[in-house]
T-cell receptor
C-alpha cells in the first residue's frame, strides 16, 4: 500500500463548476497535509496546508481533513481554465524526526471552457 | 527574489559523467530537502538537512549520490557515474522549522538528461 494515494485522473471539469480532488494516506499518525499545484514542466507550488480536522478555506480553495478516515481533499470553486494542472497531495508522517513530505502521484485536472 | 533558487535549470550529460547541482534556499529557512521527480509521478524524497546536518537519506539514494550543505546555507547534490535511469527533475525545497509552520517551498528544479 502506498503511503499517499491519489487518483491519477485525468479529471475533467467544466469551467465554473467545483473540482473535487481526493487523497488518502496510510500512516494514521500523520501530522500535516499539503496540496501543491504543478503546471506541466514546472515545479510544485504550495496552495494549501491543513493541520487540524475540518475545513480550511482560502479564496476559491477549500481543504478538508478527516483524520479518522485518513482522508484529505481539495475543492476548487468556480474552476477556471488556469486551474488546469496536476495537483499533488503531500503528507508529513508521524515522528519528530520524520519531517519529510511524502507525495502522492498527483491528479491531473483539466478545466474545460 | 527571495525564493528557492536552483542551478543549472537544465543539464545534459553523457552516461558515466559526474554532475553537480546547486540549491540556494530561502534565506531564513533552516531545512533543505532534495527530491527527484519522473514523468507522471509525484516527487520522491532523497534527503534532507537541518542547518548543516544531513538528518535523513532515502534508500533511493545510492552511493553514487551525495549531498552536502557545508555552512547550513546552500546545498549541492552530486551524482557520480550517471546512468540513464538518473534522468529526472531534481527538486530542492526549503522550510523553516517552528511549531506552527512546516510548509516547504520548491525551487524551479534542475532537469537532468543522461544520454
Amino acid at each position: 500500500q502506498k503511503e499517499v494515494e491519489q487518483n491519477s485522473g485525468p479529471l475533467s471539469v467544466p469551467e465554473g463548476a467545483i473540482a473535487s480532488l481526493n487523497c488518502t494516506y496510510s500512516d494514521r499518525g500523520s501530522q500535516s497535509f499539503f496540496w501543491y499545484r504543478q503546471y506541466s514542466g514546472k515545479s510544485p507550488e504550495l496552495i494549501m496546508f491543513i493541520y487540524s480536522n475540518g475545513d480550511k478555506e482560502d479564496g476559491r480553495f477549500t481543504a478538508q481533513l478527516n483524520k479518522a478516515s485518513q482522508y484529505v481533499s481539495l475543492l476548487i470553486r468556480d474552476s477556471q481554465p488556469s486551474d488546469s494542472a496536476t495537483y499533488l497531495c503531500a503528507v508529513i508522517p508521524r515522528g519528530l524526526g520524520a519531517q519529510k513530505l511524502v507525495f502522492g502521484q498527483g491528479t491531473r485536472l483539466t478545466i474545460n471552457p | 527574489d527571495t525564493g528557492v533558487s536552483q542551478n543549472p535549470r537544465h543539464k545534459i550529460t553523457k552516461r558515466g559523467q559526474n554532475v553537480t547541482f546547486r540549491c540556494d534556499p530561502i534565506s531564513e529557512h533552516n531545512r533543505l530537502y532534495w527530491y527527484r521527480q519522473t514523468l507522471g509521478q509525484g516527487p520522491e524524497f532523497l534527503t534532507y538537512f537541518q542547518n548543516e546536518a544531513q538528518l535523513e537519506k532515502s534508500r533511493l539514494l545510492s552511493d553514487r549520490f551525495s549531498a552536502e550543505r557545508p555552512k547550513g546555507s546552500f546545498s549541492t547534490l552530486e551524482i557520480q557515474r550517471t546512468e540513464q535511469g538518473d534522468s529526472a527533475m531534481y527538486l530542492c525545497a526549503s522550510s523553516y522549522r517552528d511549531r506552527a509552520s512546516t510548509e516547504a517551498f520548491f525551487g524551479q528544479g534542475t532537469r537532468l538528461t543522461v544520454v
